[in-house]
């Protein structure tokens, strides 16, 4: 098999842009389904996550990609998330802290942290019209999934099309 460079027209910025629409592509699928479910049944399960994350290294593998460090500090995001939720039992999901791990792998810490961000200003605003206009209690549930989705396309449609 013919190595990518040796190509004439796949040149680094080809290649560089191929990983972007595949990390988009695996990134918005993964959170289309995971959003589904969760607004569903309130959870996230981890098979999809897992499959997605590993794709992601793979992705990362094949046309090279972020820093290893990017990378790290993004999964570092969703353990930090994990721990704020082992501590607040359960306040914050599990599923959404290993969701942030996985996001980390795609978009490293930055991008990342802005899509944590961003889908909580969403639903902290959804939230509280939510809780003003159907007098829900405090205590509602609400999933975060879609947020990160919704928070995910904008970044997308503000990025041109990738997330960096």
Known sequence: MEHAKSVPWKTDAYLY?????????????????LALVDYKIKKIPVVPLILTGILGMILHIIYGGREIEDILFGIAIGIVLYIVSEISKGKIGKGDAFLFMVTGVYLGFWN???????????????????????KKRMDYKMPFVPFVLAAAFVMLIVGGGKFA
Request: hydrophobic content about 65%.
């Open 17 to 33: 842009m191929e990983r972007m629409k595949m990390e988009a592509g695996c990134i918005m699928g993964a959170l289309s389904l």
């Open 112 to 134: 990342n942290l802005v899509l944590l961000w961003a889908a909580s200003v969403m639903a902290g605003v959804v939230g509280v019209f939510v809780i003003l206009s159907r």
